[in-house]
């Protein structure tokens, strides 16, 4: 009887400690997901700030997003149409949100108005280093009909951007009009303050302005690729 008795205690004293550690595993992996779920929540719901709806949201909320660093955590692709929508929003806006909108440029100060020009930098970073990227890993027979369709791509965006619509200009007129143009600036004094727009064809300028500004955003590897592919554009529009 005692041997049956020592038997059974010593079984049941296995069974605890075996279904201790059942449930500290258990336990452990909850942790575990607790630890994951909300290391997801706070990247989600606290780090990272998922852009407003640009036609529901008060204009001030849209606007305000454009001075927090997350706009430019976004992938450029989502950047330049929360731009566009943003742009065809403005377009329509009544006398209310201008004066919300004047009051909300007016207020931007410090580090506020800082971030919103370190936004603007980093898009423009992006739109080049993008395209600076793809064009130095090109043979040179490739490399003209690049920039030409980068231009075309970049000045349609802008034209959307600016006026809502594309015209139904020529590929090959916009072209001509661009490198015109930029013959003539190359002929011309330049005014480096002066930034001029790509749907006005004066796009030498426009490279000027952006190939200066986004400098101090790109990395050096960034700035090498951007300054070959900047360099190449100008001999490209005015040769």
Do not use: C
């Amino acid at each position: 009887m005692a041997f049956e008795y020592a038997e059974i205690r010593d079984r049941l004293d296995e069974w605890i400690v075996e279904h201790r550690r059942r449930l500290g595993q258990g336990l452990g992996g909850l942790a575990l997901l607790a630890l994951l779920g909300g290391g997801v929540y706070w990247w989600v719901d606290v780090r990272f700030r998922p852009p407003p709806s640009i036609f529901d949201s008060p204009f001030d909320d849209v606007l305000g997003y454009l001075s927090l660093d997350d706009f430019s955590k976004l992938p450029l692709k989502d950047r330049i149409a929360f731009m566009i929508d943003l742009a065809d929003r403005f377009r329509g806006i009544s006398q209310d949100e201008s004066v919300v909108m004047a009051g909300f440029f007016a207020g931007l100060t410090g580090p506020t108005r800082e971030q919103l020009r370190q936004n603007a930098r980093e898009l423009a970073r992006d739109i080049l280093a993008e395209g600076a990227a793809d064009y130095v890993n090109l043979p040179k027979s490739e490399q003209a009909k690049f920039l030409d369709n980068w231009l075309l791509e970049w000045t349609k965006t802008a034209e959307r951007m600016a006026t809502g619509s594309v015209s139904d200009k020529s590929d090959q007129e916009r072209l001509d009009e661009m490198k015109g143009q930029a013959k003539r600036d190359a002929t011309r004094e330049r005014n480096p303050s002066r930034l001029g727009s790509l749907t006005e064809g004066s796009a030498n300028r426009f490279l000027d302005f952006w190939s200066s500004d986004v400098e101090t955003a790109a990395s050096p590897r960034q700035q090498g690729q951007i300054t070959r592919f900047m360099t190449d554009m100008r001999n490209h529009l005015t040769k």
